[in-house]
């Protein structure tokens, strides 16, 4: 076998692994929580109303999407409300 027992290369350089520390995700929760004081939270809060609303009818839900973002609803905001409507998908176990 070719590179298992002969011709094995010795001076491989070791793989240099990816590590962020906890001052990222602590940077971005800050960002996020400056970013949720300074909104307009009445704002937010009638986007997401119109998003409900939308998703509780055949609309076309992406310019409801769009307003919310550029109210600067959160992603988990807005999937929160979209599920207060749908539910959440639970898959069935099939045996």
Do not use: H
Request: with cysteine.
């Amino acid at each position: 076998m070719v590179g298992v027992n002969e011709f094995v290369q010795q001076d491989d350089p070791p793989i240099q692994i990816l590590y962020i520390d906890d001052s990222a995700s602590e940077t971005q929760l800050a960002k996020l929580d400056a970013l949720k004081k300074r909104r307009d939270r009445d704002a937010v809060a009638r986007s997401l109303d119109a998003l409900r609303a939308a998703a509780r009818t055949t609309e076309n839900l992406m310019p409801r999407i769009l307003d919310a973002v550029r109210a600067y609803a959160t992603v988990g905001e807005m999937c929160d409300a979209l599920r207060e409507v749908w539910g959440e998908y639970e898959e069935v176990p099939i045996i």
